[in-house]
């Protein structure tokens, strides 16, 4: 039963009916493509909780149908900004709407953005999760029943409920340090992530895999995914580690403020210390040197879930629980390797 103190809600219907809430919009709409049986129990769903259709306020919200949120953990970071660009410009191409917001990494304010979403009409989520208090948010979209994503990042391991995509960020890390190897590089360090999230885990496991292979011993610096902490690596590696030649990055964030750092130091990068970044974003080949980056395709990634959503949103397809996009290596200067033509 809905809450006494507001009017029941085409969701308070859903969760009642034990459908989802575009199925009781069809039956609102009268829609052929509901199933006789789905009818009636939608219907007996609405009667017992007092469910109202006002038509007016629909037609008020009509200007909201197409709509799809995008939920980003942090725009400031040049790789969500891109690809929110292409899954945003994907949809625009199918006749959606894309409704944008930054969390910031802070979950209060990802629950209060999914939520308000809801309440305006989405008709599907992808989102790229802040850390923390994750139910506050998948709760709320499993209560709306409506195609949801998590992408880039995975907290809610309900994967049948919530499909994750990502590029392969254990095989990037893994081609990055066969790189560096081949280049040479004796001891070669990784660097940047929070220490202990999962997606950080990920982004390591190939740079381990590889470094174990090798017969050598890791050395790690975890830390911010950003440029100061970049700077700050590159100081404190020449400092109290001068022995690593060569580093593998978390993102390229921090790969740029590791060249930065090696700049005011005067340590010359892709000779003294040879640097590959992860992601691969537009500013990668117009640093000095350019860098080496794990190219994730961006754009084609975004497309991909903007196609995905949709697919579900529209046909009932519902995506596998997994989707891994598959990456590759762009090699520049700031490897020490800079390729023919």
Known sequence: MAPSDRRPTIIDVARKAGVSKSTV?????????VKQKT??????????????????????????????GLVI?????????????????????????????????????????VEAMIEHGVSAMILSPAYGDEALSFEALQRAGIPAM??????????????????????????????????????????????????TQERMAGYLSAIESAGLEPHVLTGSA??????????????????????????DQVALGMISGCAEIGRNVGRDLRIVGFDDIEEAAHSWPPLSSVRCDIDGFGKLV????????????????????????????????????
């Open 226 to 251: 950003s440029r100061a902490f970049g700077r700050e690596a590159a100081h404190a590696l020449a400092k109290d580690h001068p022995e690593v030649d060569a580093a593998v990055c978390f993102n």
């Open 39 to 68: 009818r009636e129990q939608v219907q007996a769903a609405m009667t017992e909780i007092g469910y109202v259709y006002n038509r007016a306020a629909a037609n008020l919200r009509s200007a909201g149908a197409g709509l799809v």
């Open 150 to 199: 998590q992408v880039l990042r995975k907290v809610e391991m309900r994967t049948e409920l919530f499909p994750f995509a990502a590029p392969d960020y254990p095989n990037g890390t893994r081609i990055a340090t066969e790189h560096l190897l081949e280049q040479g590089a004796k001891r070669i360090a990784f660097v940047g992530g929070l220490e202990g999230r999962a997606v």
């Open 73 to 113: 953990n942090d725009l400031r970071n040049p790789f969500f900004t891109e690809f929110a660009t292409s899954v945003q410009m994907a949809l625009s191409s199918r006749g959606y709407a894309a409704v944008v917001a930054n969390t910031d990494e802070d979950p209060q304010l990802q629950a209060q953005v």
């Open 25 to 33: 919009s069809l039956v609102i709409q009268n829609s052929p493509l």
């Open 306 to 341: 903007a196609e995905t959503i949709l697919a579900w949103l529209e046909n009932d397809k519902v995506p596998a629980p997994e989707i891994r996009t598959p990456v590759s290596l762009a090699i520049r200067g700031s490897s020490g390797e800079t390729p023919a033509g």
